[in-house]
Nanobody, 125 residues
């Protein structure tokens, strides 16, 4: 059974940082690219970042580029998202997601194979 379990969310003040983790099991983690997707209150899902199998290539949404860093530890089957200089607009539920082998776009959410349950990030003073 595939499981993706996010952790690390919470309440942080504007300008602060958080590091999210996603523990993966039930599949060969090192063989799969991975993504982070978020959903703000009352809004649709937004793709945030993706990383290739070996971590050699990372991509980011324009809205987070330069402030968020995606990484992975294949030995620990864990995906990370380091979020710095957080602003209130980053408030959302953050999900890790496993793309399908035929994923055509990081933003085609119906193509993802598996999703975690999400972790809440709230940026507020």
């Amino acid at each position: 059974e595939v499981q993706l379990v996010e952790s690390g969310g919470g309440l942080v003040q504007p300008g602060g940082s958080l590091r999210l983790s996603c523990a993966a099991s039930g599949f060969t983690f090192s063989h799969s690219a991975m993504s982070w997707v978020r959903q703000a209150p009352g809004k649709g899902r937004e793709w945030v970042s993706a990383i290739t199998t070996d971590g050699g290539v990372t991509t980011y949404a324009t809205s987070v580029k330069g402030r968020f860093t995606i990484s992975r530890d294949n030995a620990k089957n864990t995906l990370y998202l380091q979020m710095d200089s957080l602003q209130p607009e980053a408030t959302a539920v953050y999900y890790c997601a496993k793309p399908s082998p035929v994923q055509t776009s990081w933003s085609k959410f119906h193509e993802y194979e598996y999703w975690g349950q999400g972790t809440q990030v709230t940026v507020s003073s």
